[in-house]
Protein backbone atom coordinates (compact mmCIF):
# COMPACT_ATOMS: atom_id res chain seq x y z
CA UNK A 1 0.00 0.00 0.00
CA UNK A 2 2.59 2.68 1.00
CA UNK A 3 4.27 1.17 -2.36
CA UNK A 4 1.41 2.50 -4.49
CA UNK A 5 1.35 5.62 -2.69
CA UNK A 6 5.04 6.70 -3.72
CA UNK A 7 4.15 5.73 -7.30
CA UNK A 8 0.98 8.02 -7.26
CA UNK A 9 3.32 10.68 -5.53
CA UNK A 10 5.97 10.81 -8.68
CA UNK A 11 4.14 12.58 -11.06
CA UNK A 12 2.70 15.33 -8.88
CA UNK A 13 6.47 15.92 -8.30
CA UNK A 14 7.43 15.58 -11.47
CA UNK A 15 5.01 18.37 -12.22
CA UNK A 16 6.15 20.50 -9.53
CA UNK A 17 9.57 20.42 -10.82
CA UNK A 18 8.55 20.80 -14.03
CA UNK A 19 6.74 24.37 -13.29
CA UNK A 20 9.38 25.43 -10.92
CA UNK A 21 11.60 24.98 -14.21
CA UNK A 22 9.27 26.87 -16.39
CA UNK A 23 9.10 29.67 -13.45
CA UNK A 24 12.46 29.92 -13.40
CA UNK A 25 13.00 30.21 -17.11
CA UNK A 26 10.70 33.09 -17.01
CA UNK A 27 11.79 35.16 -14.52
CA UNK A 28 15.18 34.43 -16.32
CA UNK A 29 13.57 35.67 -19.73
CA UNK A 30 12.41 38.95 -17.70
CA UNK A 31 15.89 39.76 -16.46
CA UNK A 32 16.98 39.51 -19.75
CA UNK A 33 14.15 41.68 -21.78
CA UNK A 34 14.68 44.27 -19.36
CA UNK A 35 18.69 44.23 -19.54
CA UNK A 36 18.13 44.44 -23.11
CA UNK A 37 15.49 47.20 -23.26
CA UNK A 38 17.53 49.64 -21.08
CA UNK A 39 20.71 48.69 -22.65
CA UNK A 40 18.95 49.42 -25.57
CA UNK A 41 18.10 52.53 -24.63
CA UNK A 42 21.60 53.44 -23.04
CA UNK A 43 22.87 52.55 -26.78
CA UNK A 44 20.40 54.89 -28.11
CA UNK A 45 20.92 57.99 -26.00
CA UNK A 46 24.79 57.51 -26.14
CA UNK A 47 25.67 56.31 -29.85
CA UNK A 48 22.86 56.37 -32.02
CA UNK A 49 20.92 60.01 -30.69
CA UNK A 50 22.60 62.20 -33.01
CA UNK A 51 21.27 65.02 -31.47
CA UNK A 52 24.10 68.67 -31.76
CA UNK A 53 24.69 70.69 -29.43
CA UNK A 54 22.71 74.27 -28.64
CA UNK A 55 23.47 76.81 -31.08
CA UNK A 56 26.28 79.43 -30.16
CA UNK A 57 28.51 82.09 -31.30
CA UNK A 58 31.09 79.78 -33.14
CA UNK A 59 28.19 78.18 -35.26
CA UNK A 60 27.09 81.25 -36.13
CA UNK A 61 30.85 82.17 -37.59
CA UNK A 62 30.95 79.01 -39.46
CA UNK A 63 27.44 79.33 -40.79
CA UNK A 64 28.32 82.93 -42.23
CA UNK A 65 31.39 81.85 -43.58
CA UNK A 66 30.18 78.29 -45.38
CA UNK A 67 27.93 80.87 -47.39
CA UNK A 68 30.59 82.75 -47.66
CA UNK A 69 32.48 80.34 -49.09
CA UNK A 70 29.96 78.82 -51.66
CA UNK A 71 29.49 82.33 -52.86
CA UNK A 72 33.41 83.16 -53.61
CA UNK A 73 33.22 79.35 -55.05
CA UNK A 74 30.52 80.93 -57.62
CA UNK A 75 32.13 84.07 -58.22
CA UNK A 76 35.58 82.39 -59.13
CA UNK A 77 33.88 79.96 -62.06
CA UNK A 78 31.85 83.05 -63.35
CA UNK A 79 34.86 84.99 -63.63
CA UNK A 80 37.75 82.60 -65.15
CA UNK A 81 40.76 84.16 -66.46
CA UNK A 82 40.52 84.64 -70.17
CA UNK A 83 43.02 82.46 -72.39
CA UNK A 84 44.13 85.70 -75.08
CA UNK A 85 46.77 87.52 -74.02
CA UNK A 86 46.42 90.63 -72.77
CA UNK A 87 46.47 93.82 -74.49
CA UNK A 88 49.24 96.31 -74.07
CA UNK A 89 48.69 99.85 -73.99
CA UNK A 90 51.78 102.08 -74.87
CA UNK A 91 50.30 105.58 -73.30
CA UNK A 92 52.23 106.60 -69.98
CA UNK A 93 49.75 105.60 -67.35
CA UNK A 94 48.77 108.51 -64.94
CA UNK A 95 49.25 108.19 -61.31
CA UNK A 96 45.45 107.23 -60.19
CA UNK A 97 43.62 110.43 -58.64
CA UNK A 98 43.48 110.54 -54.57
CA UNK A 99 40.22 109.65 -53.22
CA UNK A 100 38.42 110.27 -50.57
CA UNK A 101 36.58 107.21 -50.13
CA UNK A 102 37.47 105.41 -46.53
CA UNK A 103 37.53 101.91 -45.81
CA UNK A 104 34.28 100.80 -44.36
CA UNK A 105 33.78 101.39 -41.15
CA UNK A 106 31.43 100.70 -37.79
CA UNK A 107 28.11 101.78 -38.70
CA UNK A 108 28.21 102.79 -42.28
CA UNK A 109 25.14 102.38 -44.23
CA UNK A 110 26.77 99.96 -46.46
CA UNK A 111 24.31 97.35 -45.18
CA UNK A 112 21.23 99.41 -45.32
CA UNK A 113 18.61 98.02 -47.80
CA UNK A 114 16.50 94.69 -47.72
CA UNK A 115 18.11 90.75 -47.41
CA UNK A 116 16.68 87.67 -47.31
CA UNK A 117 17.59 84.09 -45.57
CA UNK A 118 19.89 81.55 -47.30
CA UNK A 119 20.34 77.76 -46.74
CA UNK A 120 23.17 78.20 -44.76
CA UNK A 121 20.47 79.38 -41.89
CA UNK A 122 18.91 76.79 -39.26
CA UNK A 123 15.84 77.02 -37.31
CA UNK A 124 14.19 74.40 -34.83
CA UNK A 125 13.60 73.68 -31.56
CA UNK A 126 15.46 71.81 -28.48
CA UNK A 127 14.15 70.01 -25.84
CA UNK A 128 14.88 67.87 -22.71
CA UNK A 129 13.53 63.98 -22.65
CA UNK A 130 14.04 61.54 -20.20
CA UNK A 131 13.45 58.10 -22.06
CA UNK A 132 12.64 55.08 -19.26
CA UNK A 133 14.98 57.49 -16.71
CA UNK A 134 17.66 57.98 -19.12
CA UNK A 135 18.08 61.94 -19.82
CA UNK A 136 18.72 62.74 -24.07
CA UNK A 137 17.94 65.77 -25.64
CA UNK A 138 15.48 65.86 -28.75
CA UNK A 139 16.51 68.32 -31.20
CA UNK A 140 14.68 69.23 -34.77
CA UNK A 141 15.64 71.86 -37.46
CA UNK A 142 15.02 73.20 -41.20
CA UNK A 143 17.50 74.89 -43.15
CA UNK A 144 14.35 76.00 -45.55
CA UNK A 145 13.10 79.39 -44.59
CA UNK A 146 11.68 82.26 -45.48
CA UNK A 147 11.46 86.02 -44.77
CA UNK A 148 12.94 89.51 -44.95
CA UNK A 149 15.61 91.52 -42.82
CA UNK A 150 15.28 95.65 -43.17
CA UNK A 151 18.59 97.20 -41.72
CA UNK A 152 18.59 100.91 -41.76
CA UNK A 153 22.53 102.24 -40.21
CA UNK A 154 23.04 99.92 -37.47
CA UNK A 155 19.33 98.76 -36.41
CA UNK A 156 17.20 96.17 -38.01
CA UNK A 157 13.86 97.85 -38.91
CA UNK A 158 12.01 94.87 -39.97
CA UNK A 159 12.61 91.10 -39.52
CA UNK A 160 10.13 88.36 -40.67
CA UNK A 161 10.92 84.87 -40.44
CA UNK A 162 8.53 81.65 -41.47
CA UNK A 163 9.40 78.26 -41.31
CA UNK A 164 7.03 75.09 -42.26
CA UNK A 165 6.44 72.83 -39.49
CA UNK A 166 7.05 69.98 -41.57
CA UNK A 167 10.30 70.69 -42.76
CA UNK A 168 11.88 70.56 -39.09
CA UNK A 169 12.74 67.18 -38.93
CA UNK A 170 15.29 65.51 -36.21
CA UNK A 171 17.19 62.23 -36.57
CA UNK A 172 14.38 60.40 -35.41
CA UNK A 173 11.05 59.70 -37.92
CA UNK A 174 9.15 58.43 -35.04
CA UNK A 175 9.86 61.98 -33.16
CA UNK A 176 9.31 63.56 -36.22
CA UNK A 177 5.49 62.43 -36.86
CA UNK A 178 4.85 62.92 -33.36
CA UNK A 179 5.94 66.50 -33.47
CA UNK A 180 4.26 67.72 -37.06
CA UNK A 181 0.91 65.57 -36.16
CA UNK A 182 -0.54 65.34 -32.70
CA UNK A 183 1.77 67.81 -31.03
CA UNK A 184 2.27 70.91 -33.54
CA UNK A 185 -0.91 69.74 -36.09
CA UNK A 186 1.18 71.08 -39.54
CA UNK A 187 -2.27 69.82 -41.45
CA UNK A 188 -3.83 72.66 -39.60
CA UNK A 189 -1.12 75.10 -38.51
CA UNK A 190 1.57 74.52 -41.18
CA UNK A 191 3.93 77.15 -39.90
CA UNK A 192 5.64 78.65 -37.64
CA UNK A 193 6.51 82.50 -37.63
CA UNK A 194 8.05 85.27 -35.59
CA UNK A 195 8.13 88.92 -36.55
CA UNK A 196 9.82 91.77 -34.33
CA UNK A 197 7.47 94.71 -33.10
CA UNK A 198 10.22 97.04 -32.64
CA UNK A 199 13.72 98.00 -34.04
CA UNK A 200 16.36 95.85 -32.85
CA UNK A 201 19.52 98.42 -32.89
CA UNK A 202 23.24 96.67 -32.52
CA UNK A 203 24.66 99.86 -32.10
CA UNK A 204 27.40 99.01 -34.44
CA UNK A 205 27.66 97.34 -37.23
CA UNK A 206 30.01 93.82 -36.60
CA UNK A 207 32.94 93.48 -39.06
CA UNK A 208 35.48 90.60 -39.62
CA UNK A 209 34.76 88.48 -36.66
CA UNK A 210 33.72 90.36 -34.44
CA UNK A 211 29.98 90.01 -32.71
CA UNK A 212 27.36 92.25 -31.19
CA UNK A 213 24.83 92.06 -29.03
CA UNK A 214 21.31 93.31 -28.38
CA UNK A 215 17.62 92.72 -27.11
CA UNK A 216 15.04 91.37 -29.47
CA UNK A 217 11.52 91.95 -29.27
CA UNK A 218 8.59 90.61 -31.14
CA UNK A 219 5.51 87.91 -31.89
CA UNK A 220 6.34 84.38 -31.87
CA UNK A 221 3.56 82.38 -33.35
CA UNK A 222 3.16 78.38 -32.85
CA UNK A 223 0.35 76.25 -33.27
CA UNK A 224 -1.68 79.14 -34.35
CA UNK A 225 -0.92 81.47 -31.36
CA UNK A 226 0.95 84.23 -31.09
CA UNK A 227 2.95 85.53 -27.82
CA UNK A 228 5.31 88.74 -27.35
CA UNK A 229 8.70 87.80 -26.55
CA UNK A 230 11.68 89.14 -25.71
CA UNK A 231 15.48 87.67 -26.24
CA UNK A 232 18.98 88.24 -26.91
CA UNK A 233 20.07 87.97 -30.69
CA UNK A 234 23.81 88.11 -31.21
CA UNK A 235 25.00 89.86 -35.11
CA UNK A 236 27.84 89.19 -37.40
CA UNK A 237 28.43 90.09 -40.98
CA UNK A 238 31.40 88.43 -42.92
CA UNK A 239 32.23 89.20 -46.97
CA UNK A 240 28.75 91.36 -47.20
CA UNK A 241 26.29 88.86 -45.38
CA UNK A 242 24.62 89.25 -42.21
CA UNK A 243 24.56 86.37 -39.79
CA UNK A 244 21.75 86.57 -36.54
CA UNK A 245 22.02 84.09 -33.53
CA UNK A 246 19.38 83.73 -31.06
CA UNK A 247 17.04 81.55 -28.95
CA UNK A 248 13.80 82.24 -27.38
CA UNK A 249 12.36 80.26 -24.12
CA UNK A 250 8.78 78.50 -24.88
CA UNK A 251 6.27 77.21 -22.58
CA UNK A 252 4.33 74.52 -24.44
CA UNK A 253 1.17 75.67 -22.39
CA UNK A 254 1.50 79.29 -23.35
CA UNK A 255 1.22 78.26 -27.01
CA UNK A 256 -1.27 75.56 -26.54
CA UNK A 257 0.82 72.80 -27.47
CA UNK A 258 -0.24 69.59 -26.12
CA UNK A 259 1.48 67.32 -23.43
CA UNK A 260 4.58 65.83 -25.66
CA UNK A 261 5.17 62.89 -23.80
CA UNK A 262 4.42 59.61 -24.62
CA UNK A 263 4.95 56.06 -23.20
CA UNK A 264 8.07 56.01 -21.40
CA UNK A 265 9.05 59.40 -23.03
CA UNK A 266 8.48 61.85 -20.32
CA UNK A 267 9.46 65.56 -21.87
CA UNK A 268 9.82 69.04 -20.25
CA UNK A 269 7.06 71.32 -20.68
CA UNK A 270 9.11 73.99 -21.76
CA UNK A 271 11.93 74.06 -24.63
CA UNK A 272 13.64 76.47 -26.97
CA UNK A 273 13.35 77.93 -30.04
CA UNK A 274 17.05 78.33 -31.64
CA UNK A 275 18.35 79.79 -34.58
CA UNK A 276 20.85 81.19 -37.06
CA UNK A 277 20.31 82.77 -39.85
CA UNK A 278 22.49 83.81 -42.68
CA UNK A 279 20.69 86.68 -44.62
CA UNK A 280 21.92 88.16 -48.56
CA UNK A 281 21.17 91.15 -50.25
CA UNK A 282 17.46 90.35 -51.64
Known amino acids: MDVADNDENIPDEEAATSSRRWLKWILIGGVAAVVLFFGAIFVYVNFINDSPDALDGTDLSEAIGDSVTTTSASLESETSVSSDPPVTDSTPSASPAPTSEAP ?128 EVTAQTTDGRIGVLGSIPVVFDDFQIPEPSIGPIRVEDNGLVEFVLVFERA
Not at 104 to 111: C, E, I, K, P, W
Not at 138 to 157: D, K, P, W
Not at 170 to 185: H, T
Open 104 to 231: TNVGDSSFDGEWVPTTASEFGYRVDEVLAGVNTTAVGRSNEIEGSLTIVGTAATVVDITVQIENITSDDSLRDGQFSGRIMNAAEFPTAEFRITEPIDFGQIPLGDEQVTATAVGELTLRGVTNLVTF
